[in-house]
């Protein structure tokens, strides 16, 4: 993209993002000053939104650099033009997601007393400190793609991929272990992290790539739009997996007359998972990726795709949503049900990180070459020798 494109077309985009950011600054000043009683969260209910917030956001940055270096490490030439993209926009994401939750804390001060008195039988410790170590891994990754380190790249792909399941599963086992939340218990959490965070990471990815190269008015080589393809076809499996899963789970919860389920299938979050997660968010995108390949290639089939990763975004953070929120509803002792309803606060603060991770990505786009390619003369001609891998691909 050039900056001229940006100016032209993007100006109210970033107007808008500017203000989100303005009132995610002014929420977490308020939060500052007058602390967590400008939360909705309670005694019975002690974790909101942006604990859910930053589940979905951290899960989907540890699914973008999960799907990308296991294709990495499979050596697919087509799939690592998208490496690069994948890697800065799972920055993008991780960052202002690890600051939200340190807002979720009341100030960002505390984040020491975490770091200085750790807690090695704590999951929430191992959790905080595989995520920072995870963090410190992508930046070094980037730079080695960056820099067409080779080596490197080849080293570091694999142990970024081993540390992107173990922060996603270590993310899972907060929720596993807590015996007395039925919603959350059980060793199949961490399995449901993990796979719902390559959900995540494959439909951002898509929708991501395609929507940038729309907004540029740029056109995406033949490689580039077979890798997209390719990876809405494995979307699609995944989606039609994620459908299974979620029917098991109706009626293993009905069968076993799990009393917190009626949270979500009933009230208070009924609309929102037979709505916005199930309909929304797994059902269309199933069926609009089923009908893309009924077609020629068009921009409108493009189109579709992007609307499809979108809406697969949206259907996971509700899911991720009802989860954190519904899973501390029922008490025991025979304790009142809780109750919670997210503040204005809370909302500024989640939406500024959504503006924060785009803009940070738009930044990348601009200054560090995310599409991973190069123009190369006499591309097409029979005499040209064959160039080395990384270099066809354009890392520079």
């Given amino acids: 993209m050039t900056r001229k494109n940006y100016s032209s077309k993007l100006l109210l985009g970033l107007f808008v993002l500017i203000v989100f950011l303005g009132v995610a600054v002014y929420s977490a000043g308020r939060v500052i000053i007058q602390g967590q009683t400008v939360y909705g969260s309670t005694d019975l209910v002690g974790w909101n939104m942006l604990i859910a917030a930053y589940t979905f956001m951290a899960l989907t940055a540890s699914g973008l650099c999960l799907t990308a270096n296991f294709f ?34 009341g100030r960002f001060d505390r984040v020491i007393y975490f770091i200085l008195s750790p807690n090695f039988s ?54 596993g272990v807590i015996l007395d939340k039925t919603l959350w218990f059980g ?21 991501g790539t395609i929507l940038t190269y ?35 789970r109706l009626i293993t919860v009905s069968y076993a007359r799990v009393p917190d389920a009626s949270f979500v299938t009933g009230s208070p979050y009924g609309f929102q998972f037979w709505v916005l997660y199930l309909v929304v968010g797994l059902i269309i995108p199933f069926i609009i990726l089923l009908k893309a390949y009924d077609k020629e290639k068009t921009i409108k089939k493009a189109n579709h795709l992007s609307i499809a990763g979108l809406m697969v975004l949206i259907g996971m953070y509700v899911d991720k949503h009802i989860f954190v929120i519904s899973g501390q509803f029922n008490q025991p002792f025979n304790i009142p049900l809780g109750t919670y309803t997210s503040t204005l606060t809370e909302w500024g603060i989640f939406l500024g990180a959504i503006a924060a991770s785009i803009m940070i990505y738009l930044f990348g786009e601009e200054k560090l070459r995310l599409e991973n390619r190069v123009k190369m003369k006499n591309t097409k001609s029979a005499d040209t020798p064959q160039r080395d891998r990384y270099n066809d691909v354009g890392i520079v």
């Fill in 214 to 248: 729309r907004l540029s008015n740029q056109s995406m080589s033949q490689e580039l739009q077979q890798a997209i393809k390719e990876l809405s076809v494995i979307l699609t499996v995944f989606l039609g997996i994620a459908l299974v899963f979620t029917v098991w």
């Fill in 187 to 207: 060793s199949g959490t961490p399995v449901f992290f993990v796979f719902s965070a390559v959900v995540s990471g494959l439909a951002a990815m898509i929708a």
């Fill in 72 to 105: 990495e490490v499979l050596e697919i030439h087509r799939f690592q033009l998208l490496q690069k993209r994948a890697h800065f926009l799972a920055i993008s994401l991780l960052v202002p997601a690890l600051g939200m939750l340190s807002m979720e804390l």
């Fill in 122 to 175: 704590s999951p929430m410790w191992w959790m905080g400190s595989i995520y920072a170590v995870y963090l410190g891994l992508l930046f070094f990754e980037f730079w080695a793609i960056h820099n067409n380190y080779k080596k490197i790249m080849r080293a570091t792909s694999i142990i970024t991929l081993i540390f992107a399941v173990a922060a996603t599963s270590i993310l899972g086992s907060i929720f």
